[in-house]
């Protein structure tokens, strides 16, 4: 069974650094897309990245480029998404959601439907306030 389990949120200052963590447990990453979403309060969730295992490379939102950055590590089954700069705005629920490789998505999963993925975290909560 896919399970993911996301963590290393907290509270933090504004202009800080942050970097989740999302665990995978019975599956191999490396045949996974992983994306990465957030939820702010009273807000739509919306998608950060995707890491596409059946394109290759990383995608990201057009709001998200530039401060947000995220990797895998397959020994690890961990993908992570590093945060610089901190902002307010910031401040949501961080989820990672998987697909496996074969199934057809848009290169930029983060983009794809809730239900389009197999697996979701339960979310890390992020908090930017000084």
């Known amino acids: 069974q896919v399970q993911l389990v996301e963590s290393g949120g907290g509270l933090v200052q504004p202009g800080s650094s942050l970097r989740l963590s999302c665990a995978g447990t019975g599956f191999a990453l490396g045949d996974y897309s992983i994306a990465w979403f957030r939820q702010a309060p009273g807000k739509e969730r919306e998608g950060v990245s995707c890491s596409n295992a059946r394109e290759g490379g990383t995608y990201y939102t057009d709001s998200m480029k530039g401060r947000f950055t995220a990797s895998r590590d397959n020994d690890k089954n961990t993908v992570y998404l590093q945060i610089t700069g901190l902002e307010p705005e910031d401040t949501a629920v961080y989820y990672c959601?998987?697909?496996?490789?074969?199934?057809?998505?848009?290169?930029?999963?983060?983009?794809?439907?809730?239900?389009?993925?197999?697996?979701w975290g339960r979310g890390t909560q992020v908090t930017v306030s000084s």
């Open positions: 959601a998987a697909v496996k490789r074969d199934k057809r998505m848009p290169i930029e999963c983060q983009r794809s439907r809730e239900r389009d993925f197999d697996s």
